[in-house]
Nanobody, 127 residues
Framework: QVQLVESGGGLVQAGGSLRLSCLAS????????MGWFRQAPGKEREFVATISWSGGRTYYSDSVKGRFTISRDNAKNTVYLQMHNLKPGHTAVYYC????????????????????WGQGTQVTVSS
């Protein structure tokens, strides 16, 4: 079992930045690809970004490409989502997710592929 705890959300004005963190605990000896997803009020959960276990491969949704950056520090069991130039449309609960993988370069953008989820952190962008 892996437990994921997100932090770093909050209220920010449009054009501002936030950095989300996701700390993993528990069975962290396995290799995990990580992902960030979000869910806005009244909308379905959507993929944001994913990173391989090695950190060498990343993939983003078109809506955040060039604006958000996913990274990880395996020594700290933490994955990050740096968000710049935020807009009100980015308002959502952001979730991190983990998937055990035997392939260090694998990443996943389908939420159904993930084994573990955090509770989420609220990001609110005011206009």
């Amino acid at each position: 079992q892996v437990q994921l705890v997100e932090s770093g959300g909050g209220l920010v004005q449009a054009g501002g930045s936030l950095r989300l963190s996701c700390l993993a605990s528990g069975r962290t000896s396995d290799n995990y690809a990580m992902g960030w997803f979000r869910q806005a009020p009244g909308k379905e959960r959507e993929f944001v970004a994913t990173i391989s276990w090695s950190g060498g491969r990343t993939y983003y949704s078109d809506s955040v490409k060039g604006r958000f950056t996913i990274s990880r520090d395996n020594a700290k069991n933490t994955v990050y989502l740096q968000m710049h130039n935020l807009k009100p449309g980015h308002t959502a609960v952001y979730y991190c997710a983990a998937r055990a993988t035997a392939y260090s370069g694998g990443y996943y953008y389908n939420g159904d592929d993930y084994d573990y989820w955090g509770q989420g952190t609220q990001v609110t962008v005011s206009s």
